[in-house]
């Protein structure tokens, strides 16, 4: 029984968090609500843009502002992904650091990974997409010069 309790006790790996870097977590976890909160509002501005677009969109070519909705809702699901992680990120984190709770904050730290990870593919599929228009315009380029 003792010996559980000292396991508890022992940091993991040897390693404490000092002042320093809790002081680091708490400023980093005000700056990521801070990013999410504006990524909301980005977001709400991004739909409101893109309900009023269709609606322009939708009296010259109706079947075009279908395709406007699709297109901005696509790209505001995608916004959200990372803008959702961000926040629960901050809000977990400010809890762990508060109540002292490591499990809250390894929690907290898996949300900041999976920021990382979603931009880090999303980033390799931009780059891919930009390297096919890249070939496809080339070779449009090549047929007709």
Not at 41 to 56: A, D, E, P, Q, W
Not at 134 to 143: A, P, V
Request: glycine share 8%; with cysteine; proline share 2%.
């Amino acid at each position: 029984m003792e010996e559980m309790e000292e396991m508890e006790q022992e940091p993991l790996f040897g390693m404490e968090m000092n002042d320093d870097s809790i002081s680091h977590l708490r400023e980093t976890a005000k700056w990521a609500n801070f990013l999410a909160i504006l990524g909301i509002i980005v977001l709400s501005l991004m739909v409101l843009g893109g309900i009023f677009v269709t609606l322009v969109a939708s009296v010259a070519l109706p079947i075009g502002g279908v395709f406007m909705f699709l297109f901005y809702i696509l790209i505001a699901g995608i916004y959200a992904v990372p803008i959702y992680y961000l926040y629960k990120f901050a809000q977990t984190t400010r809890y762990a650091l508060n109540n002292l709770d490591s499990f809250q904050l390894a929690e907290a730290l898996g949300y900041l990974k999976s920021t990382f990870k979603f931009m880090g593919i999303l980033a390799i599929a931009m780059l891919c997409l930009y390297a096919l228009v890249f070939m496809f315009g080339s070779l449009l380029g090549t047929l007709f010069l």
